[in-house]
């Protein structure tokens, strides 16, 4: 079956504008994760959706970044007046359970010019 | 200190060598996850363990739980295995990993 989606695969962007990158799960995962990997860095937690549950937001690295997810399918990262620094891969992956494997998205690249 | 520790950070190798990577952590852990990053960024799940050790293919990965350490062994490497090698851990009840800083390797023809 199709695995996690993530789009766009790249986007270039000029400093101040805000960018939405958006993830789609395996079909029927409830949890739902937002990583980065800025580079030569490792992965860092961004954000975690479990169903119904009040997402943990613990990772995000500002106010500037927020995320949702519909329907408790699609999620949306919205990243608002984007700086340089926001330039990373971002990463999503969904499992079909708390603390199940993870299947990772093909990633989102961000680059902030 | 980093809650997961990775070593060696590099490793080259020739084909056909055993080859181990090393995982250590220092917090209580629910799980334990190997995962496999080829260039171009796709990062795939190898292993998932809470103890003792799993074996898929030549790939062989063991936990220790007592000594908060874990290793991932590629038996017969083969250039294909070149890739960064992260080890992960879901401490406690979190719900998120947490990640080493991966091990870049390459294996030689």
């Known amino acids: 079956g199709a695995g996690v989606s993530q789009s766009p695969s790249n986007k270039v962007t000029e400093k101040g504008k805000d960018v939405e990158l958006r993830c789609d799960p395996i079909?029927?995962?409830?949890?739902l994760y937002w990583y980065r990997q800025s580079l030569g860095q490792g992965l860092e937690f961004l954000i975690y959706?479990?169903?119904?549950?009040?997402?943990?937001k613990s990772g995000l690295p500002s106010d500037r970044f927020s995320a949702e997810r519909t329907g408790g399918s699609v999620s949306t990262l919205t990243i608002q007046r984007t700086q340089q620094e926001d330039s990373a891969v971002y990463l999503c992956?969904?499992?079909?359970?708390?603390?199940?494997?993870?299947?990772f998205g093909p990633g989102t690249r961000l680059t902030v010019t | 200190k980093n809650e997961v520790e990775q070593s060696p950070q590099n490793l080259t190798a020739q084909e056909g060598e055993f080859i181990t990577i090393n995982c250590s952590y220092s917090?209580?852990?629910?799980?334990l996850h190997w995962l496999q990053q080829h260039p171009g960024g796709g990062i795939v799940s190898l292993f998932m363990l809470s103890s003792g050790k799993k074996k898929h293919g030549r790939l062989i990965a063991t936990i220790n739980i007592q000594e908060k350490h874990s290793s991932l062994h590629i038996t017969a490497s083969h250039p294909r295995d070149s890739a960064v090698y992260i080890c992960?851990?879901?401490?406690?009840?979190?719900?998120?990993?947490?990640f080493g800083s991966g091990t870049q390797l390459t294996v030689l023809p």
């Open positions: 079909s029927g995962h409830t949890a």
């Open positions: 917090v209580g852990i629910s799980a």
């Open positions: 992956a969904s499992s079909s359970s708390v603390g199940g494997r993870e299947y």
């Open positions: 992960a851990v879901r401490s406690g009840s979190a719900r998120q990993l947490t």
């Open positions: 959706f479990q169903g119904n549950s009040a997402p943990d």
